[in-house]
């Protein structure tokens, strides 16, 4: 029989390998004009306070093309949340892409700053003159939860963006009536740490007003469609490429707060500008993931015991993202207090487990060049 050439088992030769193994891929640094701009983001040291920012000095200093803070990008959409349940409203806070008078995380982005150098545009970061004035803040998902627990948002009633519960409450409760083993965990937070750190190049078309990102990215597509909301621009205006991506596992799937300022800086100073992320970056403002309290029951059905293999019941917080506290974990998207929809195989039957979800409100940030400004 004549192998087909194309169909299921089919072997597919592969072109990617030969020019990463010899060394000739292209990552976002490899992409880098030589002759750029260069940009750095400042952020809060502190978890929840009020801000002034003097960048008076700064702006005058050699080198310097520009300075943003929150006055200036007023008019700049917010990072919206891209996650939608059914049946279910999100009261998702807004987040703008520099913090405007008040910051709610530490990491908090509170001012851009753009020169043709990076070390004088690290100069000019450090010229910039903050005041603070701390306000309550909390640390940790669960504290976060409990009664008169300081609000990350003042406005809002309490820490919580919904909570909605799935399945049979009634019959889960019946089945758990004996419980047999009890476990309680704690998943650490952790940073994924590959080996191309994120970043971007911008560049803007200003014949066709056209603006082109270059970014290390798991999916240029799904974040240009978000960037065009954020920066009110027609699809057609905005090009997002992705060249050779070193690891990703997931963080960078998300637009984050500098590719919207890179967008606008770009404009602005109607140059070429590059953000390129040092380790210690990368680990202190990409997107965390885990970090979720787990406490699971498994109980018995007559005299057959539920096997350990089974997904348990869960009733603790899960992937909890403060946004008021010292912890940098903090994410666009709401995030699940508990962890499982629990398939509950019982002796004779298959019901469905009960979840109750609470998810805790909390926008995000991501920079490139941190700072955390201390004044």
Same mark, same amino acid.
């Given at each position: 029989m004549q192998a087909l050439k194309f169909g299921f088992g089919q072997s597919i030769p592969r072109k990617e390998d030969e020019p990463l193994l010899r060394g000739h891929g292209r990552y976002i640094a490899d992409v880098e004009p030589r002759d750029t701009l260069h940009a750095v983001v400042i952020r809060s040291p502190r978890a929840r306070a009020r801000f002034r920012v003097d960048a008076a000095k700064a702006r005058e200093m050699p080198g310097v093309r520009l300075v943003l803070t929150g006055s200036e990008t007023l008019d700049v959409g917010p990072l919206p949340c891209t996650v939608e349940l059914p049946t279910t409203v999100l009261d998702v806070p807004p987040y703008p892409i520099l913090a405007h008078h008040e910051v709610r995380h530490v990491g908090d982005a509170i001012a851009f700053v753009v020169a043709d150098t990076l070390e004088r545009a690290k100069d000019a970061a450090? @010229?910039?003159?903050?005041?603070?004035?701390?306000?309550?803040?909390?640390?940790?998902?669960?504290?976060?939860?409990?009664?008169?627990?300081?609000?990350?948002?003042? /406005?809002?009633?309490?820490?919580?963006v919904f909570d909605v519960t799935l399945g049979d409450k009634t019959a889960t409760d019946q089945a758990f009536a004996k419980a047999v083993v009890s476990l309680t965990l704690v998943n650490q937070r952790l940073v994924a740490n590959y !080996?191309?750190? $994120?970043?971007?190049?911008?560049?803007?078309? @200003?014949?066709?007003? $056209?603006?082109?990102?270059? !970014?290390?990215?798991? %999916?240029? +597509?799904?974040? &240009?469609? *978000?960037?065009? +909301?954020?920066?009110? #621009?027609? @699809? /057609?205006?905005?090009? *997002?490429?992705? =060249?050779?991506? %070193? %690891?990703?596992? %997931?963080?960078?799937?998300? =637009?984050?707060?500098?590719?919207? #300022?890179?967008?606008? @800086?770009?404009?602005?100073a109607a140059d070429q500008l590059a953000i390129n992320r040092t380790r210690s970056c990368d680990c202190l403002r990409t997107d965390r993931c885990r970090a979720f309290g787990l406490a699971a029951r498994a109980g018995e059905h007559?005299?057959? &015991?539920? $096997?350990?293999? #089974?997904p348990p019941r869960t009733d603790l917080p899960a992937n909890r993202k403060i946004l008021g506290s010292n912890c940098t974990d903090c994410h666009r998207q709401p995030t699940t207090r508990s962890s499982f929809i629990s398939e509950i195989n019982l002796q004779t039957a298959a019901r469905r487990g009960y979840e109750r979800r609470t998810h805790l409100r909390c926008p995000t940030s991501g920079p490139d060049c941190c700072y955390a400004h201390n004044g």
């Open positions: 450090e @010229a910039i003159t903050v005041t603070w004035e701390d306000l309550p803040h909390v640390i940790g998902a669960i504290e976060a939860l409990k009664p008169g627990a300081p609000r990350v948002w003042p /406005e809002r009633p309490d820490n919580i !080996l191309d750190t $994120r970043g971007v190049v911008a560049d803007y078309d @200003a014949a066709h007003g $056209r603006v082109t990102l270059t !970014l290390s990215s798991q %999916g240029p +597509q799904s974040i &240009r469609d *978000v960037l065009v +909301q954020v920066l009110n #621009l027609p @699809a /057609e205006k905005l090009r *997002v490429m992705t =060249p050779d991506v %070193g %690891g990703g596992f %997931g963080t960078k799937l998300f =637009p984050y707060r500098e590719y919207a #300022l890179a967008a606008v @800086a770009t404009c602005h007559g005299a057959r &015991r539920y $096997r350990p293999n #089974l």
